[in-house]
Each structure stands twice: as C-alpha cells, then as structure tokens.
C-alpha cells in the first residue's frame, strides 16, 4: 500500500498523461527464486504475514504439505508442493513459491478500470492501492498467473506487493530475509539475472538437471520474480506456472482497438443525429385530413 | 402535433414498464461506460463512488432483463417482424430522409422500432450472461479461465451495439416524431399522429 518514495510510472484506468511515464530509476528490482535449493519450510509464508500484520488464517488439508491449495486475499505467498514424475520414472518433489509475478507488462493493471487502483513504480514492482480498488474483479481476468485474491467482505482485491513499503525504505522483502537456505534472492534485475544463468549453468554442468534454466517469460515483458528451475521446459509441473504467459489476447483486444473503435463509433452516432436533425429536422403529421 | 389527444398510444402497465427498462438500462449504461473508460470514471464519482456503482451495476442489469421479459410477454406479438416490414426497411432510406409519403403504412410498431426491440431484448440477454461471469468470476474453473476474458470482451461487444440503438432510439423519440414523449408519458396520441407514423394500427383501432 504505501509507495514510500517510489516513483510511479503507470496507472490503471488513468485519463491523460501519467506523471513518470517511461522513468525508470537506477535498477529494476527483482526477486530470484531458486526452487533447487527451496526446502519448503514455509518460513517465507510466516514472514509474509507477520509484515503484512495479518493473523494466521484457516488452513486447507488436502493429502500434500501445502497450506492451503491457493492464494487468499491475507495469504500472498504460498510454497506449492508438488509430486513429479519425469519420463525416466525418477521421482522427484517440487517445491515452488507462488506468489505475484510483477510483470513489466502487467496484465492486472492494463485490465483495471478504476484509477489509480493500481500503479507500477518504476523500479518495476506492481501494487495495488486497496483505496482506489473498486472490486470488479477485472485484474483477476487480467492475470495470466492466477494471482489476485478478492475479499467478498470488503470488495477489495489483494496480492504481494514486493513489499514495496520495505524496498521503498531500503529493505528487502520480508520472504527474503526469512529464508534460510539462499534460495530467495534479491537485488537488481541484471544482477539476478546473472546470478540465475550461473546457478542454471551449474545445474546443467554439474547435476543430472540437464534441462535446468531460468524462468522470465518474454510473453509478459519479463518478470521481477524469477525462477531457476530444474526442467525449464516443464513449468507446469510447478504447480500451473504457465510455459509462455501473455496478457489475455481478449484483454487485450478490448482495451486496445475495441476502446478506439467504440468511442469513435459512439461520438459518430451522436454527431450523426445531430447532423440528419440539422439536414432533415423533425417528422410532420398530415394536417386536416378526416 | 395538432389535435387532442384522443388515441391511447400505451396503457399505464405499458408506460411503468418502458420507463422501468429505460431507469435500469440509463443506470447500467452510465456505470458501465464508467468501467468503460477511464475519461468517463467520473460518472461512477458522481453516481455515489467506483465501489457504489460496481456493486449496483449488476443488480440494476438483472432488474432491466427481469423488466424486458415482462415486456416481451406483452409486446412480442406486436414486435413480430412481417412481410410488410421487409417492404418498410426497402423504402427504410424515405423514411430516413423523411419522406413519409412513400414509406409502406405500418402497424403499432414500424419495422425499426421493431428491430431496436429485439435488439435490445437479445443484447439484453448476451449481457447478462456474461456479466455472471464477470459478476462471480471466482466460479470459473481455472482449466476455464479463457472464459472470463471473452466473457469481458463480448460484454462490451454487447454493450457497444446496445448503445448504437439506444442513441438512435433517443434521438428519433425526443427529435425526429414529436409527440413520441407525451405519448410514453401520459398514454395519448392526436388522430393525425397515428394516421402519419402507424396508419394501419389506426385503421385497425378506429376501423377507419
């Protein structure tokens, strides 16, 4: 929620200019999530609650060690736990932090109606300003992860916010500074980046993952979540991390050429009535005739 | 318009009604165009707020399709397209230009306010189903999800072609036929006015 000293670079659902439309600061921020090395102690999920100063809500059961089966609206970050297969009959158990992706191109916010209910700040964090929401639930459509949570109660929609008041103050986010083993990274983009192509080499090089790499989907401008994983060509396997996520082409479509097309064909039929008034005028009854 | 108004035009039940779709769809109309863009938000401020106008928009959409079937059981018969509103929609460029003489007579209803009828009666129900999808989207399945972005996508396809009708339906009541408003008003045309626009509706109400 609150954007420190951040400066915002877009806006959902804003008429006119954005004031620091194309800045960028010195860095993209990014987070780098090493799956190989994750243990699934869940310690990044209980940090993420203490700093959002949420209770410890009710959890879901469901045969795995997974909290719960999904995100919730007070529960932004969730290891999923997952059962693999691969071809060869090995087995293997996945763990996966789930959490907001912070696309460059965030689908959530070209979705948003509301003004300012969204923003992305130019050191590429995606937050949500529960102030503006106004609870239509369109981000949710927006999202090609599957991120945003609504709370039926306050009509409100939640996600991670890269805990941007943290990072805004000079800190890493809270899930970064729990976790135990290294697996969660954070720094500059390029820097984590560089890190991820070296630990996904080693993988490669080193271990029997000959298919290890980096997830940062091109189809969405990038991510400022990264992740290594040890099968870059099965992210599915993760628990629904989606091969090559975009912006839904319909949202797209509506928000780009639809928008053009329907205020043009809405202004032209009210300027068409008031021209054929102008020419043709009004009808007239017969007059006189019994 | 000269002339009393002897002729009734639409009962009372008849009036309440299209006035009842006329509230609820103005209600969804400027909230929807609210959502729409964002250089009309401010409709949604001033219609009490974003959070306000998101959560009355379906309700109001639900009251307008309840009124339209109500409509339709009244107005359906007289709605039916026939063979003498295929000659009208020929002659349709007369009547555009307001050349009333050599457009075919027609029934209580012309051939266009026919065609806005049903438009608006199946635009009606395009949008309400995929407003439930838009409505409660926590309800499709995630192996469904590419529903909810075409559900978003025909909504305002919907919405675009009840627009088109909706200004052309204003416009031709309040400008082009006057006496179309006392008549959804108060129920009564003059003589002259149902010979000019429904000749063969006033030759059936008044055997002349």
Known sequence: MSNGPLQIKAISG?????????????????????????IGCKACEVACLEWNGYPFRETVFDNTYQTMPDLAWNYYNLIRFNEHTAEDGTFSWLMRKDQCMHCADPGCLRACPADGAIVQYSNGIVDFQQDNCIGCQYCVTGCPFNIPKFN???????????????????????????????????????????LAEIRAKQLREHTSHTKAGVY???????????????????????????????????????????????????????????AHYVRFGPKEVEEGKK | MTGDLTVQRYTYHERIMHWLTALTYSYCLSTGLAFYSPHLFWIALVLGGGPTSRFWHPFSGVAFLIVAFWMHAVWHRDMAITDSDKRWLDEVQNYVTNRDDLVPPQDRFNAGQKLFYWLMYYGAVALLITGLVMWFPEYVPRSAAWIRPLAVLLHVCAALVTIGGFIIHVYMSVFTVPGSVTAMLFGYVSPAWARTHHRKWYARMTGQ
Not at chain 1, 14 to 38: E, F, M, Q, R, W
Not at chain 1, 178 to 194: I, V
Not at chain 1, 231 to 245: F, M, R, S, V
């Open chain 1, 216 to 274: 940062d989907p091109p189809g969405v401008g990038g991510t400022h979540v990264m992740y290594v994983l040890h099968d870059i060509t099965n992210p599915e396997a993760y628990g629904g991390l989606p091969k090559d996520p975009h912006v839904p082409l319909m949202v797209r479509i509506w928000k780009g050429p639809l928008k053009w097309l329907g205020n043009f064909a809405i202004v032209a039929g009210i300027v068409g009535a008031a």
């Open chain 1, 14 to 38: 804003h008429a006119g200019t954005v004031p620091g439309k194309n800045t960028s600061s010195d860095y993209d921020v990014c987070k780098l999530i090493d799956v190989t090395t994750c």
């Open chain 1, 152 to 194: 039926s109660v306050t009509k409100k929609v939640h996600k991670c916010t890269l805990c941007s008041d943290r990072v805004g103050a000079g800190l890493e986010p809270a899930c970064i500074k729990a976790c135990p083993t290294g697996c969660l990274h954070f720094g500059s983009k390029d820097d984590m980046k560089e």
